[in-house]
Protein backbone atom coordinates (compact mmCIF):
# COMPACT_ATOMS: atom_id res chain seq x y z
CA UNK A 1 0.00 0.00 0.00
CA UNK A 2 0.97 3.24 -0.51
CA UNK A 3 0.11 6.48 1.55
CA UNK A 4 -0.64 9.81 0.85
CA UNK A 5 -0.71 12.82 2.74
CA UNK A 6 -2.37 16.04 1.58
CA UNK A 7 -1.01 18.77 3.91
CA UNK A 8 -0.91 22.48 4.28
CA UNK A 9 0.00 25.40 6.88
CA UNK A 10 -2.84 27.57 6.29
CA UNK A 11 -6.25 26.41 6.14
CA UNK A 12 -9.31 26.87 3.44
CA UNK A 13 -6.69 26.20 0.11
CA UNK A 14 -8.36 22.96 -1.08
CA UNK A 15 -6.44 19.91 1.01
CA UNK A 16 -10.23 18.03 1.11
CA UNK A 17 -11.27 18.95 -2.63
CA UNK A 18 -8.10 18.00 -4.12
CA UNK A 19 -7.95 14.75 -1.94
CA UNK A 20 -11.80 13.79 -2.65
CA UNK A 21 -11.23 14.58 -6.36
CA UNK A 22 -7.99 12.98 -6.63
CA UNK A 23 -9.51 9.63 -4.88
CA UNK A 24 -12.62 9.59 -7.28
CA UNK A 25 -10.46 10.51 -10.58
CA UNK A 26 -7.84 7.65 -9.76
CA UNK A 27 -10.98 5.38 -8.68
CA UNK A 28 -12.08 6.42 -12.48
CA UNK A 29 -8.62 4.77 -13.86
CA UNK A 30 -8.68 1.71 -12.34
CA UNK A 31 -6.41 2.72 -9.13
CA UNK A 32 -8.26 1.14 -5.79
CA UNK A 33 -8.56 4.06 -3.35
CA UNK A 34 -9.21 4.60 0.58
CA UNK A 35 -9.44 8.12 1.70
CA UNK A 36 -9.08 8.92 5.48
CA UNK A 37 -10.48 12.41 7.16
CA UNK A 38 -7.99 13.15 9.75
CA UNK A 39 -9.63 16.31 10.47
CA UNK A 40 -12.33 16.11 12.98
CA UNK A 41 -13.99 19.12 10.98
CA UNK A 42 -15.24 15.22 9.39
CA UNK A 43 -15.94 17.59 5.97
CA UNK A 44 -14.37 14.77 3.51
CA UNK A 45 -17.50 12.66 3.64
CA UNK A 46 -19.61 15.58 2.00
CA UNK A 47 -17.35 15.32 -0.78
CA UNK A 48 -17.23 12.15 -0.96
CA UNK A 49 -21.16 11.83 -1.23
CA UNK A 50 -21.93 9.93 2.20
CA UNK A 51 -25.56 10.80 3.32
CA UNK A 52 -25.23 13.71 6.14
CA UNK A 53 -27.07 11.59 9.07
CA UNK A 54 -23.81 9.11 9.14
CA UNK A 55 -22.47 10.12 11.98
CA UNK A 56 -19.44 6.93 12.28
CA UNK A 57 -16.12 7.23 11.69
CA UNK A 58 -12.39 7.02 13.12
CA UNK A 59 -12.89 9.63 15.72
CA UNK A 60 -16.30 7.50 16.88
CA UNK A 61 -14.54 4.60 16.99
CA UNK A 62 -11.30 5.63 18.79
CA UNK A 63 -13.14 6.87 21.39
CA UNK A 64 -15.37 3.28 21.72
CA UNK A 65 -11.84 1.66 21.56
CA UNK A 66 -12.69 -0.54 18.23
CA UNK A 67 -10.75 -1.53 14.89
CA UNK A 68 -12.17 0.38 11.96
CA UNK A 69 -12.59 -2.76 10.12
CA UNK A 70 -16.63 -2.39 10.31
CA UNK A 71 -16.40 1.02 8.41
CA UNK A 72 -17.97 0.19 5.23
CA UNK A 73 -18.50 3.71 3.73
CA UNK A 74 -17.84 4.00 -0.35
CA UNK A 75 -18.99 6.72 -2.26
CA UNK A 76 -20.93 6.56 -5.04
CA UNK A 77 -17.91 6.58 -7.91
CA UNK A 78 -16.70 3.69 -5.89
CA UNK A 79 -14.17 5.01 -3.44
CA UNK A 80 -13.68 3.25 -0.08
CA UNK A 81 -14.48 6.59 2.70
CA UNK A 82 -13.36 6.32 6.16
CA UNK A 83 -14.78 9.73 7.57
CA UNK A 84 -13.45 11.52 10.95
CA UNK A 85 -17.26 10.72 12.46
CA UNK A 86 -19.24 12.72 14.35
CA UNK A 87 -17.51 13.93 17.98
CA UNK A 88 -17.99 16.92 20.23
CA UNK A 89 -15.69 19.26 21.31
CA UNK A 90 -14.81 17.24 24.42
CA UNK A 91 -14.61 14.10 23.05
CA UNK A 92 -12.06 15.70 20.26
CA UNK A 93 -9.91 16.67 23.08
CA UNK A 94 -10.18 12.77 24.40
CA UNK A 95 -8.82 11.39 20.84
CA UNK A 96 -5.99 14.22 20.26
CA UNK A 97 -5.15 12.53 23.87
CA UNK A 98 -5.19 9.22 22.89
CA UNK A 99 -3.44 9.96 19.99
CA UNK A 100 -0.45 11.69 21.56
CA UNK A 101 -0.04 8.79 23.78
CA UNK A 102 -0.40 6.48 20.66
CA UNK A 103 2.09 7.60 18.14
CA UNK A 104 1.53 4.67 16.41
CA UNK A 105 -2.66 5.08 16.25
CA UNK A 106 -2.99 5.12 12.40
CA UNK A 107 0.37 3.00 11.91
CA UNK A 108 -1.72 0.38 14.01
CA UNK A 109 -5.19 0.74 12.70
CA UNK A 110 -3.92 0.73 9.29
CA UNK A 111 -2.29 -2.47 9.49
CA UNK A 112 -5.34 -4.13 11.28
CA UNK A 113 -7.44 -3.63 8.10
CA UNK A 114 -5.08 -5.97 6.42
CA UNK A 115 -5.26 -4.00 2.87
CA UNK A 116 -3.80 -5.03 -0.39
CA UNK A 117 -0.41 -3.85 -1.32
CA UNK A 118 -1.80 -2.31 -4.47
CA UNK A 119 -3.67 0.25 -2.65
CA UNK A 120 -3.71 4.03 -2.54
CA UNK A 121 -4.79 5.44 1.13
CA UNK A 122 -5.33 9.26 1.00
CA UNK A 123 -5.03 11.40 3.97
CA UNK A 124 -6.63 14.63 4.33
CA UNK A 125 -5.87 16.52 7.57
CA UNK A 126 -6.20 19.83 9.20
CA UNK A 127 -4.54 22.38 8.30
CA UNK A 128 -1.01 23.79 10.03
CA UNK A 129 0.69 21.90 13.06
CA UNK A 130 -1.62 19.10 14.90
CA UNK A 131 -1.08 15.62 16.31
CA UNK A 132 -3.15 14.32 13.40
CA UNK A 133 -0.70 15.97 10.92
CA UNK A 134 2.16 14.31 13.07
CA UNK A 135 0.45 11.26 12.72
CA UNK A 136 -0.28 11.69 8.84
CA UNK A 137 3.50 12.37 8.47
CA UNK A 138 5.02 9.56 10.03
CA UNK A 139 3.73 6.76 8.10
CA UNK A 140 3.28 8.96 4.36
CA UNK A 141 5.35 7.38 1.53
CA UNK A 142 4.06 10.88 -0.50
CA UNK A 143 3.20 13.78 0.72
CA UNK A 144 1.17 16.33 -1.29
CA UNK A 145 1.24 19.92 -0.14
CA UNK A 146 -1.53 22.49 -1.38
CA UNK A 147 -1.08 25.79 -1.71
CA UNK A 148 -2.71 29.04 -3.34
CA UNK A 149 -0.88 31.19 -5.86
CA UNK A 150 -0.89 33.96 -3.17
CA UNK A 151 1.56 35.36 -0.88
CA UNK A 152 0.36 34.14 2.12
CA UNK A 153 1.11 30.62 0.85
CA UNK A 154 4.62 31.08 -0.36
CA UNK A 155 5.40 32.88 3.06
CA UNK A 156 4.64 29.56 4.37
CA UNK A 157 6.82 27.51 2.14
CA UNK A 158 10.28 27.93 4.54
CA UNK A 159 8.12 26.58 7.75
CA UNK A 160 6.21 23.94 5.21
CA UNK A 161 9.92 22.68 4.24
CA UNK A 162 11.38 22.66 7.96
CA UNK A 163 7.81 20.41 8.86
CA UNK A 164 8.50 18.02 5.99
CA UNK A 165 12.68 17.45 6.53
CA UNK A 166 11.25 16.65 10.37
CA UNK A 167 9.45 13.92 9.23
CA UNK A 168 10.49 12.45 5.71
CA UNK A 169 14.07 13.10 4.52
CA UNK A 170 15.84 10.71 6.71
CA UNK A 171 13.14 7.87 6.91
CA UNK A 172 13.92 4.94 4.81
CA UNK A 173 11.05 4.41 1.68
CA UNK A 174 10.11 7.75 1.71
CA UNK A 175 9.03 8.35 -1.73
CA UNK A 176 8.93 12.01 -1.90
CA UNK A 177 7.14 15.65 -1.23
CA UNK A 178 5.65 17.52 -3.91
CA UNK A 179 3.28 20.76 -3.96
CA UNK A 180 0.10 21.46 -5.94
CA UNK A 181 -1.02 24.59 -6.59
CA UNK A 182 -5.20 24.85 -6.69
CA UNK A 183 -7.07 27.69 -7.47
CA UNK A 184 -4.78 28.86 -9.78
CA UNK A 185 -6.42 32.09 -12.42
CA UNK A 186 -4.07 32.61 -14.72
CA UNK A 187 -5.43 36.01 -15.73
CA UNK A 188 -4.60 37.29 -12.63
CA UNK A 189 -1.14 38.79 -12.73
CA UNK A 190 -0.18 37.92 -8.89
CA UNK A 191 -1.18 34.34 -9.73
CA UNK A 192 1.12 34.25 -12.58
CA UNK A 193 3.69 35.98 -10.81
CA UNK A 194 3.53 33.18 -7.51
CA UNK A 195 3.25 30.76 -10.03
CA UNK A 196 6.44 31.43 -11.51
CA UNK A 197 8.68 31.75 -7.93
CA UNK A 198 7.19 28.61 -6.88
CA UNK A 199 8.28 27.06 -10.38
CA UNK A 200 11.79 28.31 -9.75
CA UNK A 201 12.02 27.82 -6.41
CA UNK A 202 10.62 23.95 -6.19
CA UNK A 203 11.67 22.74 -9.36
CA UNK A 204 10.67 18.96 -10.08
CA UNK A 205 9.20 19.01 -6.67
CA UNK A 206 6.36 20.78 -8.39
CA UNK A 207 3.00 19.21 -9.91
CA UNK A 208 3.51 20.23 -13.28
CA UNK A 209 -0.35 20.36 -13.60
CA UNK A 210 -1.99 23.38 -11.41
CA UNK A 211 -5.23 23.07 -10.78
CA UNK A 212 -7.52 26.01 -11.80
CA UNK A 213 -9.63 28.15 -10.20
CA UNK A 214 -13.29 26.88 -11.55
CA UNK A 215 -16.74 27.43 -10.70
CA UNK A 216 -17.67 23.88 -11.16
CA UNK A 217 -15.08 22.81 -8.10
CA UNK A 218 -17.88 24.84 -5.76
CA UNK A 219 -20.46 23.70 -7.90
CA UNK A 220 -19.79 19.65 -7.68
CA UNK A 221 -19.80 19.96 -3.92
CA UNK A 222 -23.31 21.44 -3.43
CA UNK A 223 -24.42 18.06 -5.57
CA UNK A 224 -21.66 15.80 -3.11
CA UNK A 225 -19.66 14.97 -6.53
CA UNK A 226 -16.21 14.63 -7.43
CA UNK A 227 -16.26 17.24 -10.30
CA UNK A 228 -15.27 14.47 -12.84
CA UNK A 229 -18.88 13.54 -12.42
CA UNK A 230 -20.40 16.70 -12.30
CA UNK A 231 -18.74 18.23 -15.62
CA UNK A 232 -16.69 15.85 -17.13
CA UNK A 233 -15.28 18.80 -19.22
CA UNK A 234 -14.89 21.23 -16.62
CA UNK A 235 -10.91 22.76 -16.60
CA UNK A 236 -10.97 21.63 -13.35
CA UNK A 237 -11.82 17.54 -14.22
CA UNK A 238 -9.29 17.98 -17.07
CA UNK A 239 -6.77 19.20 -14.26
CA UNK A 240 -7.62 16.31 -11.91
CA UNK A 241 -7.12 14.06 -14.66
CA UNK A 242 -3.57 14.99 -15.37
CA UNK A 243 -3.03 15.29 -11.66
CA UNK A 244 -3.71 10.99 -11.63
CA UNK A 245 -1.88 10.59 -14.45
CA UNK A 246 1.18 11.96 -13.11
CA UNK A 247 0.77 10.73 -9.91
CA UNK A 248 0.29 6.37 -11.05
CA UNK A 249 3.44 7.49 -13.27
CA UNK A 250 5.31 8.48 -9.95
CA UNK A 251 3.93 5.25 -8.38
CA UNK A 252 5.01 2.86 -11.10
CA UNK A 253 8.31 4.38 -10.79
CA UNK A 254 8.46 3.45 -7.58
CA UNK A 255 8.04 -0.27 -8.37
CA UNK A 256 10.42 0.05 -11.29
N1 LIG B 1 -9.86 24.62 -7.72
C1 LIG B 1 -10.89 25.21 -7.08
N2 LIG B 1 -11.74 26.03 -7.75
C2 LIG B 1 -12.76 26.63 -7.10
N3 LIG B 1 -13.03 26.48 -5.79
C3 LIG B 1 -12.23 25.68 -5.08
C4 LIG B 1 -11.11 25.00 -5.68
N4 LIG B 1 -10.49 24.27 -4.71
C5 LIG B 1 -11.16 24.49 -3.56
N5 LIG B 1 -12.21 25.32 -3.78
C6 LIG B 1 -13.17 25.80 -2.77
O1 LIG B 1 -12.43 26.35 -1.68
C7 LIG B 1 -13.08 26.08 -0.46
C8 LIG B 1 -12.10 25.41 0.52
O2 LIG B 1 -11.77 24.13 0.03
P1 LIG B 1 -11.44 22.92 1.01
O3 LIG B 1 -12.50 22.77 2.04
O4 LIG B 1 -11.12 21.76 0.16
O5 LIG B 1 -10.11 23.49 1.70
P2 LIG B 1 -9.29 22.81 2.91
O6 LIG B 1 -7.86 23.16 2.70
O7 LIG B 1 -9.63 21.39 3.03
O8 LIG B 1 -9.89 23.61 4.16
P3 LIG B 1 -9.58 23.30 5.71
O9 LIG B 1 -8.20 23.86 5.96
O10 LIG B 1 -10.65 24.04 6.45
O11 LIG B 1 -9.63 21.81 5.89
C9 LIG B 1 -14.30 25.20 -0.79
O12 LIG B 1 -15.43 26.02 -0.85
C10 LIG B 1 -13.96 24.64 -2.16
O13 LIG B 1 -15.13 24.36 -2.93
MG1 LIG C 1 -10.28 20.31 4.71
Known amino acids: MTVIAVISMKGGVGKTTVTSNLSATLTRFGQRVLVI ?8 RLHCGIPVHETGGIGRDTLQGVSWE ?3 FRSPGGVQVLPFGVVSDEECMVIERHLVEHPGWLGDNLANLGLDEDIVILLDTPP ?25 SYAV ?3 TETLLKHYGAFRRGFLGSYYVLNQVDASRTLSRDVME ?3 HDLGARLMPFPI ?11 YQKPVLD ?11 EQFAKWLIQK ?6
Not at 130 to 149: E, F, K, R
Open 128 to 152: GPSVYLQQALSIADIVLVVLLTDAG
Open 251 to 256: LKDKTA
Open 230 to 240: YDRYAQASQDF
Open 157 to 159: LPA
Open 212 to 222: HRDEAVSESLA
Open 37 to 44: DLDPQNAL
Open 197 to 199: VVR
Open 70 to 72: NLD
